[in-house]
């Protein structure tokens, strides 16, 4: 038998909020790993992170 998530799946994959996320995801590791070589403190870590969602909230209410 089939999935019945199989079509939810598919449609989520395709749409444009999942794009965003997956290029939200990357940069949030690419922002983790340059802050451990940086040897940025946790909470500065916390506070950039706080911000990087934010925009990423604001980019997909706003369609950008």
């Known amino acids: ?4 998530l199989f ?3 598919t449609r989520f994959r395709s749409s444009p909020n999942a ?4 290029s939200f995801g990357q940069k949030i ?3 983790i790993i340059d ?5 940025l403190s946790p909470q500065l870590v916390a506070e950039k992170l706080d911000e990087m969602v934010l925009e ?9």
């Open 1 to 4: 038998p089939r999935s019945t």
């Open 7 to 9: 079509p939810y799946t």
């Open 19 to 22: 794009a965003a996320g997956v």
């Open 29 to 31: 590791a690419e922002f």
């Open 35 to 39: 802050a451990e070589v940086k040897g």
């Open 56 to 64: 990423l909230k604001a980019d997909i209410k706003f369609g950008a």
